[in-house]
Structures are given as structure tokens and as C-alpha cells.
């Protein structure tokens, strides 16, 4: 990968912050997630589905409740973004099973987006045991199979070759692996940040400053910016406008689930290898590279199409959605010490502010007719009987 980046540079001149990033993870032959893709244990980096069964149980129950809030529409698709080991959607299946009775009329399929061939194989084996097939070229879909569960799963490239349909949208720690840009004001303006071959050791790569404004600095800078350092996202303004377009034609929601900032943070991107922070510019395609969602430009990309809720802590989400009664009642159920040990330690780890309690988000797009009554702007006095949305506000089942 170093040399293929090397090869380029040295042709055309420094890259943008994201073209390198998306070379580094999204390679069609090197990238990280093509080749290696390490969520889990023995990976780089661990995501709360692989810590808990409960966070993706939760989540499950999130998409009942508000499938009930939304009158129970006789289907839906559930899309997942960027599925990792595909764990989160096991654990949500599951639920669905459980809850069987509930929506028994109801015609559920779904629908994976993801890029890596390796991810894509580990998912299917863990979501159908191996009981998929490619389809052709010319099918939006490039594998699809049925789950154990008997539920169809179909799996895509990109957001856009999805089917329109009713649909509940899941984003966990995705956005942060999309490619950014970074910008620094210096005392002559705005100046884009690129990578670089170092010129006194060829086969090291540094971050330069461009000589002058670029396209990007011109678009992306708010004119009322106070920091000297700003990362944007421009793809994830498409894909999340893509969202939110959807669920306005077609209805349904999206959670997003992220590590994350309001708009205020300035320098966030980084490296993980082994659990390790790793040099952003050493070694790529080995190592995961990330930075924080601003949640705030997430919000301005879709707020005009849908209602956005959040961002809430993910402790208070959890919370919200009922995580202590689930933890009582699988320690009640559990007799060794040892599960039960590893239940309370994989609680802390979600929950607790300085683990992953804090740092991590939960935020979602819904059309605007589910949190305003239709008859209100009419008569603004009337009381809405919406129920409320469950994880921002306490769980409802009715
Ligand atoms: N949601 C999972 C995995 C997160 S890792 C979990 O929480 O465990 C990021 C995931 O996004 C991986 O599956 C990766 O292959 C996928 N991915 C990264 N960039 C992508 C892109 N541009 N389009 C689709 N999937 C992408």
C-alpha cells in the first residue's frame, strides 16, 4: 500500500486527508477493511456488539417500539451500514424471533451495505451459516441468502442500490470510518491539510499544508468558524441526506451510533492497530483509521428532510432503554460466576462515562409527521398523543 501511495504522490502531487484515508481503508486490493476488517477480540479495535449480546438486543427492542409508534406498517426493511462481523444483526434477529407473535404479519428483510468481500463473508457465515449465493452483475444486490431465523438478506455495495421501502436505518461506528478532510487557519487563511511523501526519507509519508485556498476550504469552512483546526465529512453529509431523504418518501428511521462531538472538537483523527493507537501515516492499510462524527453537521445535512433526535450519551440511551432490568434478569438467569462476572464487567465497559459510556452517541432521523401531530399546527393547544421516541425518552411499549 505504501508503495502504490508512494508511486501515486510522487505522479501527481500530495492527497487530500480523505483520498488517503479512503485509499488506506477502502482499497479495492490493500485496503484495511478489504483485507483485514479487525473488529472483535482478536482484532484492532472492539465495538459494544462484540463486548454484550444486550446492546444489540436493545437496539432490536428500539425498532419494535418504533415500529408500534409508526402503526405497525405491514413491512420493513431493516439496512445496516457498515455490519463489522455482522454481530449486531444476530443479536437484533434474535429479538425479532422472540418477538415473533408481535410481528408475525409483518414482511421484514435485510439489507446489508458493505464494502469489504472479507467482512461480507464472515457475516453471512455468522447471519445464515453459510447459505448464500453471489448474484449477478446485474442485480443490485451482490450476495444474498436467508438468515437462520428465516428472514431474507441481501447485501450491497452502496447505500443507493438498496430498494426504496419502508425502512429502519442502522449506522454502528460507521461514520467514523468514513474518509475526512482537515483544515487549519493559518495568517493567511484557511489551508487545506495533505499527505505528502517526505522528502528527506522516501519512504515515509508527512502531512503538508496546500499553498493556497483549495475547492474544499472555500466549501466546507463555515464563515463564522472559531476553531483553528476543523475535520469535515463531507460523505457523511451525502449518505445521511440520502437518509433522511428516504425515510421522507418512504418512512421508517435511522440510529446512529458513534463516537462523536457536537461541532467542537478540533483534531480527532487517529489510528488503532492491536487495540494500540498507531501512527495515522505509518504503515497504511494496516491499521483502522477514524475520527469523531460531528454530529452537529449531521444534523444541519438532514434536519430540513426529517426530525433528528439526540445526540444523548450512550449511558443515558441504554439506560433509557431499559439495560438494567435486562442485566438483572441475565444474572438472575446465569448460575456460574464466571458469566456472571463477565455480564457485569461487559456493562461497565457500555456504561461507565470514562469507558464507553461518555464518548459514544446515539442520534436519529424520523419524518417529521411522528413527532408532530398533523392536527397541531392547526390547533397548537390540542395535546399530540404521539408516543414519545424510546431512548431519548423512557421505553414505551404499548
Ligand atoms: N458496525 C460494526 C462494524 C464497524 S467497523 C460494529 O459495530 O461492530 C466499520 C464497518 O463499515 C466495516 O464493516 C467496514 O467494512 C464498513 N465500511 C467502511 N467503509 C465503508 C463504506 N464506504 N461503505 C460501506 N461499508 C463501509
New binding site residues.
Given amino acids: 500500500m505504501l508503495r502504490h501511495l508512494a508511486r501515486k504522490l510522487r505522479a501527481s502531487g500530495p492527497v487530500t486527508v480523505a483520498e488517503y484515508m479512503r485509499e488506506a481503508?477502502?482499497n479495492p486490493a490493500q485496503g484495511y477493511?478489504t483485507r483485514r476488517?479487525g473488529?472483535g477480540e482478536s482484532g484492532d479495535f472492539i465495538?459494544?456488539?462484540?463486548i454484550s449480546q444486550v446492546f444489540g438486543e436493545l437496539i432490536g427492542i428500539w425498532y419494535i417500539s418504533e415500529w408500534m409508534a409508526m402503526g405497525k406498517p405491514s413491512s420493513f426493511q431493516l439496512v445496516?451500514?457498515?455490519?463489522?462481523?455482522g454481530?449486531?444483526t444476530e443479536d437484533i434477529l434474535r429479538v425479532f424471533k422472540q418477538l415473533t407473535s408481535v410481528l408475525s404479519k409483518c414482511d421484514v428483510s435485510v439489507h446489508l451495505?458493505?464494502?469489504?468481500p472479507k467482512?461480507s463473508e464472515i457475516q453471512a457465515q455468522m447471519l445464515t451459516g453459510g447459505k448464500v449465493q453471489p448474484n449477478p452483475e446485474d442485480k443490485s444486490a451482490y450476495m444474498e441468502g436467508i438468515s437462520k431465523t428465516g428472514i431474507p438478506i441481501f447485501w450491497y455495495?452502496?447505500i443507493q442500490d438498496v430498494p426504496p421501502g419502508y425502512g429502519f436505518y442502522l449506522?454502528?461506528?460507521?461514520f467514523d470510518?468514513?474518509p475526512i478532510h482537515k483544515f487549519q487557519r493559518t495568517e493567511k487563511g484557511w489551508r487545506e491539510v495533505l499527505v505528502d511523501i517526505d522528502p528527506e526519507a522516501p519512504d515515509q509519508l508527512r502531512f503538508v499544508l496546500s499553498p493556497s485556498s483549495t475547492p474544499a476550504t472555500e466549501n466546507f469552512i463555515q464563515v463564522r468558524e472559531t476553531r483553528d483546526h476543523v475535520e469535515v465529512c463531507p460523505?457523511a453529509g451525502v449518505i445521511i441526506q440520502r437518509l433522511a431523504c428516504r425515510i421522507e418518501e418512504d418512512g421508517g428511521a435511522a440510529l446512529v451510533a458513534d463516537y462523536g462531538h457536537d461541532g467542537t472538537k478540533t483534531d480527532t483523527f487517529r489510528g488503532f492497530r492491536n487495540h494500540k493507537l498507531h501512527d495515522v501515516l505509518s504503515a497504511p492499510g494496516t491499521a483502522d483509521l477514524t475520527a469523531d462524527v460531528d454530529f452537529s453537521y449531521l444534523r444541519k445535512m438532514a434536519q430540513e428532510r426529517t426530525t433528528t433526535l439526540g445526540p444523548i450519551k450512550q449511558r443515558e440511551f441504554l439506560k433509557n432503554m431499559g439495560i438494567d432490568l435486562r442485566l438483572q434478569v441475565l444474572l438472575q438467569n446465569s448460575r456460574d460466576t464466571a458469566t456472571r462476572e463477565q455480564l457485569l464487567h461487559s456493562y461497565d465497559m457500555l456504561m461507565n462515562p470514562e469507558k464507553m459510556g461518555d464518548c459514544f452517541n446515539f442520534f436519529a432521523l424520523m419524518p417529521h409527521r411522528r413527532l408532530v401531530h398533523p392536527d397541531k399546527k392547526d390547533k397548537p393547544e390540542s395535546k399530540s398523543a404521539l408516543p414519545p421516541v424510546a431512548g431519548f425518552n423512557e421505553l414505551l411499549l404499548k
Avoid: I, K, N, Q
Wanted: hydrophobic share 35%; aromatic share 6%; no cysteine.
Fill in positions: 481503508l477502502t477493511y476488517g473488529v465495538t459494544s456488539p462484540e445496516e451500514l457498515g455490519p463489522g462481523r454481530t449486531l451495505v458493505e464494502v469489504s467482512l455495495r452502496d449506522a454502528h461506528e460507521f470510518a468514513l460523505e
